[in-house]
C-alpha cells in the first residue's frame, strides 16, 4: 500500500499457535493475528495486543482509520496462523506493508523487529 508496487514473497511462515489470536476490527474489515502482528500507527510500528478502540492505523489509501476493537479471542485446538515475509529489496518499513482484508499491517520481518520491544521504546522515548 505504501510502495504501490508489486513485492515478491521471499518467506512463508505457518504453523500452530497455541495463545489466542487477536481481532482486530476496521469499519467492516477484520483480521484474526497474533498477539505480536505488527500495524503502524502514527507512533510507528505496534504489536496488535498493543492497538486500543479508537487509535487510528495506516489505511490502504494512505490515510488513517480508527481502530473498531482489538482483543483477543479464544485459542481454538489445532489453530494454524499463516505470516509472509516480504522480499521488498530493502529493510524499511514501507517495504514490509501489505493488505490483508481491507486492512494494511506488517509482514514477519516487522513483527521480528517489533517482538519483546514495548510502546515508550517504540515511541522514540528510549532504546535498549
Known amino acids: 500500500p505504501i510502495l504501490k508496487k508489486g513485492v ?7 504453523g500452530p499457535e497455541a495463545k489466542g489470536l487477536y481481532k482486530v476490527q476496521i469499519g467492516q474489515a477484520e483480521l484474526f493475528v497474533t498477539d ?6 502514527q507512533l510507528g510500528i505496534v ?15 494512505g490515510g488513517w482509520v480508527d481502530v473498531l476493537s482489538s482483543r483477543e479471542q479464544l485459542a481454538l485446538p489445532g ?10 529489496g530493502d529493510d524499511s518499513e514501507n517495504a514490509h506493508m501489505i493488505v490483508a482484508n481491507g486492512i494494511v499491517t506488517g509482514d514477519f520481518f516487522l513483527q521480528q523487529r517489533v517482538s519483546g520491544r514495548n510502546l515508550l521504546e517504540l515511541a522514540g522515548f528510549y532504546q535498549k
Open 36 to 41: 505480536g502482528h505488527p500495524f503502524r500507527n
Open 79 to 88: 489453530t494454524e496462523v499463516w505470516n509472509l515475509e516480504l522480499d521488498g
Open 47 to 61: 504489536r496488535a495486543k498493543d492497538l486500543k478502540p479508537g487509535d487510528r492505523i495506516l489505511a490502504p489509501n
Open 8 to 14: 515478491r514473497v521471499g518467506n512463508v511462515i505457518h
